[in-house]
Structures are given as C-alpha cells and as structure tokens.
C-alpha cells in the first residue's frame, strides 16, 4: 500500500498512454486508491463494447482512452470517468431544453460541435471531453465564460494528472494530507504550467 513520506515517492505513471511499464505504475495507484476507499476495482471494457459505443457516436475514441479501457475500464483515478451510457456529445445535452442551457460564446460555439464528454469533474456539473477530430482534451466549466476551454493535447496527460493528484488521499499519517496535496500540486504545474493547473482545480 502506497503510504507517501516525501514529494521523490509520488508516482508519475508515464508520459503517454502506451509506455513501457505504464500498466504496473497505473495499477499501482488504482489498487491502492480502490484499497483506501473500500470500493471495487473495475473490470476492463472489452474491444467490442468500445466498437459499440464508436458507432453509436460515430466517431472514434481516442487511441490512449481505449487503451485504457481495454486495461482498467471505468476505473476509479481521483475523478469520475463517465460510463459508456453516459459519454455523449455535449451539444447534445440541450438539444431540446436550448433555453435552459449555457449561453455559448462565438469562441466556443466553434469547439462545440466536435466535443464528447467523458469525465465528470468531481460532480460538480464540469465536464472533460475530446474532440472528435484532434483528440484534444477541452474542459466545460459550467460557471464561466467562455465555458469551454482546451486544456491537453491528448487524454494521456489528463489521466496522468488525475493519477498524479489522487495520491494525495496515499498520504503517510506522520506527514499528512496537505503536504502531499502541495507536493502533488507543484508537480501538476511544472508539468502543465500553472495556468492550466489554476482552471481545472479552482
């Protein structure tokens, strides 16, 4: 069981999705988070559900987000990933209540139609999704404009992030929580910047 005493212990579980040694490190730290919260590790999703879901969406996922699937499935990772039920088109969401939904920039209204959601930001109503053409990773932030906005070149770093910032709850007793929420914090910025950081954790 992962019990962090120092910043050096935390887990950086790989660059990309796909890395040599990236499943043992990734399921390092969902073993022990699903240890540390009583629940259940979750199955992997086979390749033909994913097929399934690529065609009712009619896109396809992106490459490191099946990979991860086919490995962890709907893992627990600090965040909740969407089941296969509830990924979707965001533009969607709306579609027959428009006057109950957000009052979209011109900015974002050129995302929107390309953007499938994936992740719920803690419940909160804030969305991860990927863009159907780039792979790119956007946030939709419910209570500001323009609400949505590109955060990651691919769905690797926004796993890793969450698999970096969950080892927080991993702490050593003597050291504590908050210290390791820092220490997990400032590794989150040097690898994404602190702008990025400040948008999706604040």
Known sequence: MIAIKSKAEIIIP??????????????L??????????????????????????????????????????????AGIGEQLQTFDE?????????????????????DKKHLPFLISFSDYLGNGNMFCFHSKTKEVFYFDHDTQPYLTKLFDDVSDYIKGCLISCQADLFNQEIGEEKVEIWCQEILEKLFGKHIIKKWKY
Do not use: M
């Open 14 to 27: 790989f660059d990309k999705i796909g890395d040599e040694n990236w499943t043992e490190k990734t399921r």
């Open 29 to 74: 730290i969902i073993s022990d988070l699903a240890e540390n919260w009583n629940d259940q590790l979750e199955d992997p999703i086979s390749i033909q559900r994913i097929s399934e879901l690529e065609d009712k969406l009619g896109t396809e996922l992106p490459n490191n987000l099946k990979l991860f699937y086919l490995n962890f499935g709907i």
């Open 87 to 107: 990924i979707g088109w965001i533009k969607d969401i709306w579609k027959d209540h428009s006057q109950y939904g957000p009052n979209f920039t011109e900015e």
